[in-house]
């Protein structure tokens, strides 16, 4: 200190901050600036330097042994291990981990209540149980009805109406959070999906400097949507034709059945009976002739009206 004077204090085990117990012991003379205080090398003695030119020695008795000081070079530098890196995409990220951990505490609340219902609704029937065979096996002039036991209707009613209240709570979280999903879907596509109309692909050529590349297209042409419905013919007809080889090879060795595509080709192909009657030159009558020879001009004068159109 600096009156000369050193602190003394009483090591409390527990508590190695503690300076309660202590009291001071003069050195040097009260009127002197102690400029340096050091131990020796082991530990034994106690050096004081005072700015008057006196050097003090103090013997320490110490019933422990000295530390041994480590010696700086002694100390290994040991390199850090390397931080591995978690693949985000087989493990849960923090949020999902989080959502995982209230889940799982959520779940296991709900089993440790249900198990504790179902022990105590056990309890209960076996009492119930017990009450019945005992009141059976009383005279008959004091056996208690059956009416007696049975609960009464507004006690039922009104576990069912809270049934119903807790079930609504239920559905009402259940419809927020659907509706918090589907603005978190719909804000997602219409930030990264819906401006995505095609992919950025480009195609160079070889032989020549030309390339084609994709551009983002807001209105599509007619010439789209005529192949579209075109390509959606053509595939309508091919799962025809691939149902109708399905029902050959399921019903081979009855009648035969007809392809669509051959059933249509067939109709389209068809010859009128009427031309096929004038073609044969057989006399029908006068009036047959007639009748046969005006539908034959009204005939081709349809056909011809519709290649025109």
Known sequence: MSDGNILITKVNPDNARDF???WQLALHSFNRFSSQTCFSYNEKYLFTCWRDGNIFSYKININEEPTKLISPRSISRQCPKEVEDNDGY???????LKMKIKHDLKC????R?????????QSLRAQFEDLLK??????STQIIPKQEFEIHPLITQFFKDEHQVNLAC????HAVQIEISQIKLWK???RFTDPLDCFPITVKGISSRGWVKTIPQRKLAKEFHDALILVEEKMKAENETAEWKEKVMSFSGTAAIENPLERQKRVREKKDVFMTL??????FGPKINQLLERYKIRRIHFQKRKQEI
């Open 134 to 139: 005992r009141n059976s096996a009383l005279p």
């Open 113 to 121: 209540n249900r198990e504790t219902l179902r022990q105590r609704l």
């Open 170 to 173: 239920v559905n009402r979280d």
């Open 90 to 96: 087989t493990k849960l990220s923090l949020e999902e």
């Open 108 to 111: 296991t609340t709900t089993n």
């Open 278 to 283: 004038l073609a044969q030159e057989k006399n």
């Open 188 to 190: 997602t596509r219409n």
């Open 20 to 22: 309660s117990t202590s």
